[in-house]
C-alpha cells in the first residue's frame, strides 16, 4: 500500500559512528547494522485508534535509528506492516456497525498524515496483511511441508514443539510465557490443542467475518505468521533488526521468529532464521498506565496537532526520554519542549547572523527542505551549531557517535534527530 511522502533529510558533512542498540535476545549493547545495507522490520499499527501518541514515540524511535544508520554511510532497506485484517480491528467495526475496511482506511489515512507531520521517514514498503494474504499463505503452507502445522477444529496451529530454539529470546519462564499469550490475544486454554503456547496460523471462515480462499479452506491468517511472512518476503530469511514495542516481546515476536526458524533453518553458518537483532521501546503511559487501545486512555497526534501543538515539539517531547523507558505523556513534557525548541531556533537564528569560515558547514544553504515538512513555527537562517547556550538535547535526541541509540549522557548537538529545527548543521568536534 503507498507510504507516506519522505521529508528531505539534509545531508549533512563527515560521518556519524556507528549506531548499537540494546538486543533483547542477548541483553547486549551491539552494533545494529551486519552490512552496508541495515535492513529493519517494524511491526506497524492495526488501523483502529491511530496514531496515538505510544505509537508515535515507537515510530519515532525508529526514525532515529534509521536517521543515525544513514549518517553513518548505511543504506537502508526499511519494511512495515499494517494489520488490516484481526480481531480487534473486526471487533472495533463491528461495535461501531462500520465496515472494517472502511475504518482501516480510514485509520491509515490517519496514521501516514500524523507520520508525516512529525518527519517519520517512510518505509521503502508498507505492507498491509490484506494485499500480502499471497505471501502470508506460502509461509504457511510452508510451515504445513516441514510438519510443524496440525488442525483443530478447521484451524491450523503452529505445533511450538517443531522449533527447538522456541523461547529463546524472550527468555522468559514458562507460566510468564502462558499468562502473556492470554493477555495478548492467545489462547492457551483451549481444548485440543497440543501445547498450550501453539499460536494460530489460519482461522476458518467464522459467520459474518471475513475470509478468503486457501488451501487450509476458506480462512483468514494469524497474527504471528502475518510478520514472519511479510518480513522474510521482503528482506529475506536473515535481517538486522526487527522492532517494536515492549508488548511485542512475547507472544509477537518470538512466535513470529519462530515460525521463520522453522521454515529457514534455526542454526546454521549465518545464526537462526529472522532477526539478528531485537529492540523493542518503552511503553507510554497517561498517568501511569499503560496507552492503550484497550484501556482507552489515549492522547492522538492528530488531535495534539490539531490543538495547535507544533509537531516538531510533539517529536522533541517524546525524544526527551530514553526510548526504552516506559515513561509518562504529559501536557508539562509537551510545555517543556516547546520552550527548548524556541531556544533551539532562537540560537540557530542568532548563529545564522554570524558569518561563518570559508567552507563551514551551513544550514539553509545547498540544505533543500520541502515546501511543507514539518510545521514550526520558529524561523532561523542560515547558521553553523545548532545548540541554544547551556542546552543538552534529550536522551534520545542523538544516535549513533560510538554511544546506543538512546543512549544518555551526549555533548553534541542532534544531527540525527530529525527535528525540524532549521538547523541541522553537523556540530564540529574538536
Ligand atoms: N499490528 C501490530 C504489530 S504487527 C500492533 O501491535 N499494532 S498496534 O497498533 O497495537 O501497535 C503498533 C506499534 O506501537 C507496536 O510496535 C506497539 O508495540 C507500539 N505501541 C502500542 N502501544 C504503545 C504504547 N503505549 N507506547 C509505546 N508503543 C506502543
Ligand atoms: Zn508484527
Given at each position: ?353 554570524i558569518p561563518g569560515p570559508p567552507g563551514s558547514a551551513r544550514v539553509g544553504r545547498g540544505t533543500p527542505r520541502s515546501p511543507r515538512s514539518g510545521g514550526g513555527r520558529g524561523r532561523a537562517g542560515a547558521g553553523g551549531r545548532a545548540r541554544a547556550a547551556g542546552e543538552r538535547p534529550g536522551h534520545a535526541g542523538c544516535a549513533g557517535r560510538g554511544r546506543s541509540v538512546g543512549g544518555g549522557n551526549h555533548r553534541h548537538s542532534h544531527p540525527a534527530s530529525g527535528l525540524d529545527g532549521r538547523g541541522g548543521a553537523r556540530p564540529r568536534h574538536g
Amino acid at each position: 500500500m503507498d507510504s507516506w511522502r519522505a521529508a528531505v533529510v539534509p545531508a549533512l558533512p563527515g560521518q556519524g559512528t556507528e549506531p548499537r542498540i540494546h538486543d533483547t535476545a542477548t541483553g547486549q549493547l551491539v552494533p545494529a547494522a551486519s552490512g552496508r545495507t541495515a535492513t529493519i522490520y517494524a511491526c506497524g499499527i492495526t488501523p483502529y485508534d491511530a496514531t496515538h501518541i505510544g505509537h508515535a514515540a515507537t515510530f519515532v524511535s525508529w526514525d532515529l535509528l534509521i536517521r543515525a544508520w544513514r549518517d553513518a554511510g548505511h543504506d537502508v532497506r526499511y519494511v512495515q506492516n499494517v494489520t488490516d485484517v484481526d480481531d480487534p480491528l473486526l471487533e472495533r467495526a463491528d461495535r461501531d456497525g462500520e465496515d472494517w475496511r472502511e475504518l482501516a482506511a480510514r485509520e491509515i489515512a490517519r496514521y501516514r498524515s500524523d507520520m508525516a507531520a512529525l518527519r517519520v521517514l517512510p518505509p521503502d514498503a508498507l505492507v498491509g496483511a490484506v494485499e500480502a494474504l499471497p505471501v502470508i499463505e506460502r509461509f504457511a503452507g510452508q510451515l504445513a511441508d516441514r510438519g510443524a502445522l496440525y488442525e483443530l477444529e478447521g484451524d491450523q496451529y503452529f505445533a511450538r514443539s517443531a522449533d527447538a530454539a522456541f523461547g529463546t529470546m524472550p527468555r522468559l519462564d514458562p507460566d510468564t510465557m502462558v499468562e502473556l499469550f492470554a493477555e495478548r490475544g492467545g489462547d492457551p486454554g483451549r481444548p485440543g490443542k497440543k501445547d498450550p503456547l501453539d499460536p494460530l496460523v489460519w482461522l476458518a471462515a467464522r459467520p459474518g467475518e471475513p475470509h478468503w480462499p486457501s488451501q487450509f479452506g476458506p480462512g483468514r491468517p494469524g497474527w504471528h505468521v502475518e510478520c514472519a511472512a511479510i518480513a522474510t518476503d521482503y528482506l529475506g530469511a536473515r535481517f538486522d533488526v526487527q522492532a517494536g514495542g515492549t508488548d511485542l516481546i512475547f507472544p509477537h515476536h518470538e512466535m513470529s521468529a519462530s515460525h521463520a526458524r522453522v521454515v529457514y533453518g534455526g542454526s546454521g553458518p549465518d545464526g537462526p532464521a529472522f532477526a539478528r537483532r531485537y529492540l523493542h521501546a518503552g511503553m507510554i503511559r497517561l498517568d501511569g498506565e499503560k496507552m492503550s487501545k484497550s484501556l482507552g486512555n489515549l492522547v492522538f497526534v492528530s488531535a495534539l496537532l490539531a490543538q495547535g501543538a507544533d509537531p516538531m515539539a510533539v517529536r522533541l517531547a517524546l525524544l526527551a526520554g530514553h526510548y526504552r523507558a516506559d515513561r509518562d505523556w504529559t501536557a508539562a513534557g509537551l510545555a517543556a519542549a516547546e520552550s527548548r525548541l524556541a531556544r533551539w531556533r532562537a540560537a540557530v537564528a542568532r548563529a545564522g547572523a554570524i558569518p561563518g569560515p570559508p567552507g563551514s558547514a551551513r544550514v539553509g544553504r545547498g540544505t533543500p527542505r520541502s515546501p511543507r515538512s514539518g510545521g514550526g513555527r520558529g524561523r532561523a537562517g542560515a547558521g553553523g551549531r545548532a545548540r541554544a547556550a547551556g542546552e543538552r538535547p534529550g536522551h534520545a535526541g542523538c544516535a549513533g557517535r560510538g554511544r546506543s541509540v538512546g543512549g544518555g549522557n551526549h555533548r553534541h548537538s542532534h544531527p540525527a534527530s530529525g527535528l525540524d529545527g532549521r538547523g541541522g548543521a553537523r556540530p564540529r568536534h574538536g
